[in-house]
């Protein structure tokens, strides 16, 4: 069965600079950016463009048991936990013409990235 294919352009995650009790806030959000997570069926044809993200409290991207994966033209920085996180059964992920600043990329799928489509 054929799962919807699912798209997240120009996602935009930054600090806000909230003052709580007179002090700049450190992140922009308690949590991450998207998460996406095919739980036991699995998830695919998932693509993510422009994506921006500055200092979130969790993963910036994260991805569960997905296949055809695209990330492309992103830009993560300051990720309390990791920039892009590939956990579980993750096929076919492409990552393209990325930044990422002070946070990896973390793969404890069961199959590697393409290669030469490096962070």
Not at 14 to 25: E, K, N, Y
Not at 40 to 65: K, M, Q, W, Y
Not at 78 to 104: E, M, Q
């Amino acid at each position: 069965r054929e799962r919807e294919r699912e798209r997240i352009e120009q996602k935009l995650i930054c600090p806000q600079f909230s003052l709580v009790q007179g002090v700049a806030t450190a992140l922009s959000t308690y949590a991450g950016g998207p998460q996406i997570d095919g739980d036991t069926e699995g998830a695919e044809n998932i693509t993510v463009i422009n994506h921006r993200a500055v200092a979130t409290g969790d993963d910036s991207l994260a991805f569960f048991n997905v296949r055809n994966v695209l990330v492309q033209g992103a830009h993560i920085e300051d990720s309390f936990a990791r920039g892009i996180l590939l956990y579980r059964t993750v096929h076919n992920v492409t990552l393209k013409d990325n930044a990422l600043i002070r946070c990896p990329v973390f793969n404890n799928g069961k199959k590697k990235r393409k290669e030469g489509s490096g962070p």
